[in-house]
């Protein structure tokens, strides 16, 4: 038997029989890592700005996967950060005094 039939037939039990879906393992799986980081960073929000700072700076790290989360990444920032541009008028030049 391959490792995908195997893997089918994994998965096949966990829906069927254990009624798990997809969505309640990354549920799951989500709740574990907020309270990982919570455990890792607590309440100091600055060290993990810091880390992922380094990790934005380090690039690729060779790992392919890198660039998506490093593009889902600015995408959930800049959907919370607002920009406002307004057209501000230029302070006059100071007229030099000539004696």
Known sequence: ?????????????????????????????????????????GSNPSLMENCILRLLRQGSCGYPEWREIESDIVRKLSNRIAITVRNCPLPEPAESQED
Do not use: C, G, H, P
């Not at 990354?26 to 455990?39: H, L, N, P």
């Open 1 to 41: 038997m391959s490792s995908s039939e195997k893997y089918r037939m994994f998965r096949q039990y966990m829906t069927n029989e254990l009624s798990i879906s997809r969505e309640d393992i990354e549920m799951w799986v989500r709740e574990v890592a907020e309270q990982e980081i919570k455990k890792i960073f």
